[in-house]
């Protein structure tokens, strides 16, 4: 039997601004941003859209009633959390209208999470091979106007569906994995954008990467040779190059993994930072832009969540894989977002559920998606179904 994402979908705000404007804004040459960075576009989430809403919204292009009624577990990946007590999966779970006898939990390791859910849900279906699991990773990556990361901000969610026999990646449940006390990024409870140390987070980050990827070779005896390419968690796209960078310059298959990298990037540069599902939008970039890829082809998996945790994995294409596809419904979603100006970008980042107490609604009227925030009321969050409002109306 055979274990691994069977569906996977992507959503992002409808909203975007270019690099270019930004550099402009901040009297920076954009080239620091285009080239130095590797960004060109960076989704805004507009305050009718959270981790719940992104993460309804991807999942919803997915499942077919037949999946919702099978699930029988959602584990939910984030670090840009809705409540402190309450996990985001409970909402989720209600929302696309999963089985309530499915178990629904949320975790958090910065940009980890989604991947210590995969690895759980990979282990549950080999357990139970009728199962199938609903694995989110949905973020906001906020670092504040007219900051150092300001360019390395995004939003977005990435939902996959894992089960037996699957259709887009085979998993072997083989990994190697680090984990070390770090302060390279961290966000307090009284903040909604994060404490970074940048430099110091991409040399540990490196250091994660060779430490996984060489304990991966010590425990599977495979080398580069056995990789047709490789996907890294990509809080800005020259990040994982440098990476990739500090293992391929002996590889006989160098040029080749440093060719589907960039295809790997695609999307990434288009969006900006998901935080966990970073690397997953990555894996979609690389399936849905490469025509080189084929059946059975292996492709490596770095994931990266600072504080710190590292995890490296493998997985084959799968021989019902459709690329044209996968193409399809993510071009379509990024070419029909709106471009804000950077005073618009500005106020609607300023905008938003505030973290004092307070009724607050917002107008969904503006927000085509189909799940949506309305607000907040007696201290409880409320999602709109767009499209059950619109049968009930």
């Known amino acids: 039997m055979t274990v691994g994402i069977d569906k996977i979908g992507f959503f992002t705000s409808p909203y975007y601004i270019d690099m270019t404007d930004l550099a402009n804004a901040r009297n920076v040459d954009p080239n620091k941003y285009l080239i130095g960075i590797g960004q060109r576009r960076q989704s805004v989430i507009p305050q009718t859209q959270d981790t719940v809403t992104m993460a309804a919204n991807a999942a919803a292009e997915i499942l077919t009633a037949a999946d919702r009624a099978q699930i029988d577990m959602v584990i939910f990946g984030t670090e840009t959390g809705v409540d402190n007590s309450k996990a985001a999966a409970i909402y989720l779970q209600d929302l696309l209208g999963i089985s309530k006898r499915a178990r629904a939990f949320e975790i958090k390791q910065a940009c980890y999470g989604a991947t210590a859910g995969v690895q759980m849900a990979i282990d549950h279906v080999f357990l139970h091979p009728n199962s199938k699991v609903l694995v989110v990773a949905s973020d906001i990556a906020r670092y504040g106007l007219e900051t150092a990361g300001e360019v390395t901000q995004g939003g977005g969610a990435v939902a996959m569906l894992i089960t037996q026999d ?104 288009e969006v900006g930072n998901l935080y966990t599902g970073s690397l997953y939008l990555s894996l979609i ?29 493998s997985g084959t294409i799968a021989e019902s894989f459709d690329r044209a596809k996968l193409k399809r419904q993510v071009d379509r979603l990024l070419e029909n977002r709106v471009k804000l100006s950077i005073p618009e970008y500005e106020k609607m980042y300023q905008s938003g559920l505030p973290l004092s107490a307070g009724e607050v609604t917002f107008d969904i009227d503006s927000d085509q998606s189909r799940f949506v925030l309305r607000g907040r009321h007696s201290d409880q969050l409320e999602y709109v179904d767009t499209k059950k409002s619109e049968q009930n109306a």
Not at 285 to 313: C, K, M, V
């Open 285 to 313: 970039s690389l399936l849905a832009n490469s025509d080189s890829l084929h059946p059975q082809d292996r492709i490596g998996l770095f994931s990266y969540g600072s504080g710190a945790q590292g995890e490296f994995y």
């Open 166 to 269: 699957p259709h887009i990646l085979a998993l072997d449940g083989q990994s190697a994995f680090h984990s070390d006390n770090i302060m390279d990024f961290w966000r307090p409870l009284y903040r909604q954008e994060a404490v970074v140390d940048g430099h110091y987070s991409t040399d540990i980050y490196i250091d994660f990467f060779n430490k996984t990827w060489n304990q991966y070779c010590y425990q599977t005896k495979r080398t580069l040779a056995d990789f047709a390419a490789m996907v890294f968690h990509l809080p800005f796209t020259k990040m994982g190059l440098k990476a990739l960078k500090s293992v391929v310059a002996d590889a006989d298959n160098a040029n080749q993994l440093l060719h589907e990298f960039d295809f790997s990037t695609q999307y990434n540069a």
